[in-house]
């Protein structure tokens, strides 16, 4: 027997929601479970991509891969051990650039297997396994229930989750740049402590985003979209982020502008039809930085993983 799930891409953060915005995008990972008879089979994992050369990102195959982990995760919560299985990964989401592929593989994974076992876990149990391997609920929140999610683990590792009604107008221009950023990199910057006035301004722009996107109001999440908790210290890796979003601030439609995750890749938030006037500023901006990047204007994804 086997299962398929499809689950989105995600952005997270959008600025200043740091670990706790994620926005779900219209491109798809699949992760199928096969149950192996044979005992003696193992555990065997394969990784597909019509989009990339899968060869060049190096993901393990072993036991050590993330899809395995949090499959062996979910079977230690249900008091079992893995049998042999077949875990095949088909890859669309670009890699290592901040649009949440290994969250979507994750929560595909758990979803399959759980589906495989007969359910044991509820959703809620999922996403607090699947953030226990993640190391944060951004990501995986949104690609298990799509739109825009806002996350928060508790004390007890529960994830409490709210899915917020996206304005349907407000359009994604994902800028996919040619290079990679390993997410353990990029946080790696991050300071231990930052000052109460950085705190407070992040404070005072998270609860402008969440009223913005309730009341649809573009020029509330305007003013909303500025960080200081992690963009002003990842911009360092992230050559021409400061000029792109320097660039864009006054530019008609653009509501916001941020890293994508922990980057490198960025997500511009328009609600207008300028779309190839922001791709070409984006596009001549990073072409100073010798930097190639691929632009897509997409809707938000409103459906999380499904079942195929
Ligand atoms: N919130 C996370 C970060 C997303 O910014 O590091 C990356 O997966």
Known sequence: MKVSVKVPATSANLGPGFDCFGLALPIHNTVTIEELVDPNEGIQINVFSDEFDISEFHIPTDESNIVYKAVDLLFTYIGQTPNSMRINIYSDIPLARGFGSSASVIVGGLMATNELLGSPADEATLISIATEIEGHPDNIAAAMLGGFVLSSVEIDGSVTTRKLPWPEDWKITMCVPDFELPTSISRSVLPEMISLKDAAFNARRTAMMVEAINKQDAKLFKLGMQ???????????????????????????????????????????????????????????WEEYSVKVELKTVNVETNGAKFL
């Open 227 to 285: 960080d200081k908790l992690h963009q002003p210290y990842r911009t360092k890796l992230v050559p021409g982020l400061d000029e792109i979003m320097k660039n864009l601030r006054h530019t008609e439609n653009v509501l916001g502008t941020a890293l994508s995750g922990a980057g490198p890749g960025i997500v511009v938030i328009t609600q207008g039809s300028n779309t190839d006037e922001i791709k070409n500023i984006i596009k001549d901006t």
